[in-house]
């Protein structure tokens, strides 16, 4: 998994280097689920960033909280290469109700969920996807050998 950390985003390393690692184990446990050895990267930058992302790819011009794009969507794409997932670090901070750390893995669930294919137009979309991401984050945050959720 590529960890990228945009210039203007203040994050403590130690938070960095666990949010790297559980995000990594989310992708494996996804990975093991499914059966294919996934990659992806992860992206953290400010909301003039991801405004100038959403504005671009979306055609809405105003910050979000974390945008997925899916390289397995693409015709002829491999299936292993899962996309990118970019979170707002500012949206992040004023969403946090339990802490930005867990808003951070949070977001990051949902926009591996939302590469694996998930999405969330209705009630029965929304409550499988919140499952995975539960199950996602679970797995990431247990100690040991990575299972497949």
């Known amino acids: 998994m590529d960890f990228i950390v945009d210039d203007g985003v203040v994050?403590?390393?130690?938070?960095?280097?666990?949010?790297?690692?559980?995000?990594?184990?989310?992708?494996?446990?996804?990975?093991?689920?499914?059966?294919v050895d996934y990659e992806m990267s992860l992206r953290l930058t400010t909301d003039e960033v991801i405004r100038e992302l959403n504005r671009e790819y979306r055609h809405k011009d105003k910050p979000t909280d974390v945008l997925a794009f899916a390289q397995?969507?693409?015709p002829g794409a491999p299936r292993d290469i899962?996309?990118?997932?970019?979170?707002?670090?500012d949206a992040a901070r004023r969403q946090a109700r339990r802490g930005l750390y867990a808003e951070l893995l949070m977001l990051a669930?949902?926009?591996?969920?939302?590469?694996?294919g998930y999405d969330h137009q209705d009630d029965e979309q929304e409550a499988a996807m919140n499952a995975r991401m539960s199950a996602l984050r679970k797995?990431?945050?247990?100690?040991?050998r990575v299972r497949a959720a």
């Not at 690692?21 to 689920?33: G, I, P, S, Y």
């Not at 899962?82 to 670090?89: A, K, R």
């Not at 669930?109 to 694996?116: E, M, Q, V, W, Y």
């Not at 797995?139 to 040991?144: D, N, Y």
């Open 72 to 74: 397995r969507e693409a």
């Open 11 to 35: 994050l403590p390393a130690t938070m960095r280097t666990r949010l790297r690692r559980e995000v990594a184990r989310m992708v494996r446990a996804a990975a093991l689920t499914d059966g």
């Open 82 to 89: 899962l996309g990118d997932v970019v979170i707002s670090i």
């Open 109 to 116: 669930s949902h926009g591996l969920c939302h590469l694996l």
């Open 139 to 144: 797995e990431s945050a247990r100690q040991g």
